[in-house]
Structures are given as C-alpha cells and as structure tokens.
C-alpha cells in the first residue's frame, strides 16, 4: 500500500541518461552512464505522473482479493515494474521485458536495488514476441508503454490478457490522433480523425476505438475502464471481455462524429449512412471522422477508488493528479466532446469569459455543465451550440 510521506523524485524535464540515483514513487533505480549511441537506457521522468495514476489504478479498480499478474513488455529501467509490486498491494508478479540488452541489464540491477527479485522477473524479448508467447498463461494487466503508438502491440496484448483483465496503453504519437497527420492516424489506427479544439479527447476516443474494433475480430470485448491526456500522451485502461456477444456490445460503442468547425456543433452517429456533410444548424461543411469510442471513457467506482487512494501517493505531481482527478470525477458522467472557452470565443470575436460564469450560467439555465481535465479552459455540457453562444454573448456585454 501507499505510505503518505513524501519521496525525492527525479527532475522535471526531458529523459534522464546521467549516472546516479534516481528516486521515483517508491522505487530506487541508477541509470547508466551515456557513451554512445547506445550506452544509456531510456529514462523519461515526464513519465512518473503517468506511472503515478497506473499504480492508483491497479490499487483501485481490481477486487482487493485479486493477485495480480502483470506484463511490462517494454519496461526499459524497470521503474514501472518496480513501482508496481511496491507500490500496490495485490500484484503478485511482474514479467518484465525490453528488447535490448542495456535496458534489461539495467532493469534487473533495479530489481535487485528494491530487493524485490523474487516477484520480479527480467527477460530479454521483443514485445509481440513475448506476449505471443503467454497466450494461455495469460495476465491480468498488461502495460503497454511504447515510444509512439501502441496500436502494433494491440493484438498480441489481446491475446495474452486474462478474461476481465485490463490493458494499459499510452500513446505518444499526438499529432496523428489529433488530427495534425490525417494519413499516418488512418495507416496506424484504422481511424480517420477530425481535427478540432477538443483534440485530446479525440486522441483518447480515437485509441479506444482502435483497442476495441481490434478486440472484436478476436471475439473480445473492450469497454475503458480509465483513461487521461496528460503532457505529451494520451493513455487508456481497457478491460477486456470474452465472448462474441462482450465483442458485439463493445461494438454498439463504436461510431462517428460530425464536427462543424463554423459554429463548433458536434454531433454522433452509430451508423454511417446516417451521417451528415452539412450543419443542420448553420449549413456549413461538416467535417466527419471515426469509427471512433463513443461510450464511456471512465468507470465511476475505479475513478472514486482512484480519488480514495491518491492522499497516499508518493509523487512530485501530487496536486496535479488530485485536480486531474476531481476533474474527471465531475465530467465523467456529461456529454462527450467537451468545447472551450478560448475556441467559443474566437468564433464569436469575444472576449473569453471567466470559466467558472460559464459553468455557473449554464447550470442556471437548467443544463449540465462541468469542467474538463483534458483542457484548463474546457467544460462539458449537454446544451446545444445555439444555447451555449447565446450565454458567451450575454456574459461578454457583462465584461
């Protein structure tokens, strides 16, 4: 379990090659010297928040009584390892994994720093390679944290995670699923992406979908358990269900967005002859992009879980994930595709409005209305764009 002291953590910034000791969470780690091109093992401290809410969750979303098994097929340092096994009270054993032979010595010299060679096993193995090979001694979690897209790796997880296990997977390739590279999204993803102000929200969606469409063609279903867009990254939780009716009920999940970018409306379809090209509200081009997740992006009893056991947590970033947290406990339950202030304003040429009167008219009006974590200046409300330009307007003459 989390001890609620504070730890010394790596610095902020870039990835760490220098030698000496690095405190994350509760693991101890000393990185190799960097000679070369290939000397030192890839550090990332940025990474630590990310690694902080994987341990919140596997503390959180489990049955106290469930050992876990857990996979980490990329695991470089092997701080995630670590972390995982002192950190969290219910995994059992950890199989951790890196296709060079740097990072592997590394990882098992990190093992043995924490003492913790008995539940911590070190293997040098290709990713796809080694979760083919445990696809009947399967885990219950599989963290998949690749430089890039973790949509290669998506099949080989599927197969070698246990029926309501979950697969983790962090995705640092931002420009096409956000829209900025359109074709390498369609090469990667299989998703044709809509570029828009609430592009972190897509990436996640868009990631999703992906998991889940190939979950399908196994007979597996997928619904996402967690997810955040954090720094450079966009990171999923899916649990993963057995059978072909789990796969068709996932599917049902599974759509398209029209996105006007003229008055910013945004709207969903579950089929595609259904679509729209035109705005039925102001008749501009629609811009259309999926198959996308369009179900829930959150469990509520993880999330609150998660909230529960943050005051424990040994991180640098302690605040942040609290406010990234209270923000998905508010929002978790709205509409999707949150707007923002900022992209409301511009289409109006106003000045933007103080968030907090947004949220506070809007609710007045009788809608939903909350934040975002995905954005400091987005809100999620089920009003429509009419309504929502409306408020910006009246709030503006107030300024």
Partial sequence: MFEPKTAKSAKSGGSSRGTGEVVEGRARLILPPHV???????????????????????????????????CDPMTASGVRAVRYVLETSNVLHVLASDSESNPVETARRTVDLNGLAGRISVVQSEANLLLLNHVT????????????????????????????GVIAATATDMGPLTGARAPACIRRYGVRPVRSEFEKEMAIRILAGCLVMIGGKLELGVEIAFSHASDHYARIYGKVSKGRRSANLSAKSLGFLEYCPECLRRNTQTKLESVRTSCVDCGGSVRVGGPIWLGSIWDPQTVQGMIDHTPGLQSSRLSEIQNILTCIGEEQTSSPFHYRTDAFSKRLGCRPPALKQVLATLQEAGFDATRTHFSPSGFRTNAPCRDIASIFQALTKEL
């Fill in 137 to 164: 001694e399967r885990f219950d979690l599989v963290d998949l944290d690749p430089f890039g897209s973790p949509a290669p790796y998506f099949e080989n997880t599927l197969r070698a995670t246990l029926d309501g």
């Fill in 36 to 70: 070369g091109g290939k000397s030192g093992v890839f550090f990332n401290p940025k990474m630590g928040m990310n690694r902080d809410i994987a341990m919140l969750f596997a503390l959180s979303h489990f049955f106290p009584s469930r050992q876990l098994r857990v």
